[in-house]
């Protein structure tokens, strides 16, 4: 009888401190909610559901100076709900602005590889070069996260390929560094593709400097153990390009003479 008394007190001690705990955390996650914004909102963004989008709009007279449609949107943008992102850019949410961590909206969805939300974005009118107040370009988030098809795409739609963030590093350089972390053999030839996408374009510039004052060339050649491939193939166009400007130069000073 002892026994069995002590075990009910043990367990209704247990349970008295731990009711406070869990309104404590069910407190947090309520603040949290609140945070991000109009719980419908998040919740239509979550369940991909344009219809509860729709009525959660309904209750919201303006969701702008409240940012809760630039939330939902750069939620949506993340996670690829093309039917949400057009809805409340149909509401006149304002796709211009940044979110957390620096990013702008065009620049979440490249970072996260949401090629089609990119596509949708740009046809907008959205600035394609926008980095937000620490200037991570759409490209060079792409270019660092390995998202080879949208790194493709804004190429195509004439993303400025040597704009430098705050370190200086272009997309080149970011791409390059980050092909050098990497061990696992497909992240490598992830970054590996993206390197030749890169080098491909005339318009890359190899002799942009960062920061620190080295170029991608010399950031490769501090390294401990650069790849090889990357390393050889990075002289050769350096070598190329040289050569190429030097007879530019050459004939210019022939056809003076």
Known sequence: MKKRLRKILLISLFFSAAVPFTMQAMDEEEARRKELGNDDLSSAVEHRDVEAMEQALLFEDDIQPKGLGRRALMQAAGDSCL??????????VDISKQGRFCSTLLGKAAADGRLETVRLLLESNIDIDEGGTCDYTPLRLAASRGRS?????????????????????????VAVMQEGFKTDPKEIQKFTYIIDQLIAEDEV????????????????EQRSNPRKETINKIRKLFWKRTSETLREEVKSELSVV
């Open 83 to 92: 039917g949400i992102v057009k809805l409340l850019i149909g509401k006149k």
């Open 149 to 173: 098809g949208v790194v493709k795409f804004l190429l195509a739609s004439k993303a400025d390929i040597n704009k430098k963030g705050t370190s200086g590093y272009t997309a080149l350089m």
């Open 205 to 220: 510039d190899l002799w942009a400097r960062a920061n620190d004052g080295s170029n991608v060339l010399e950031q490769l």
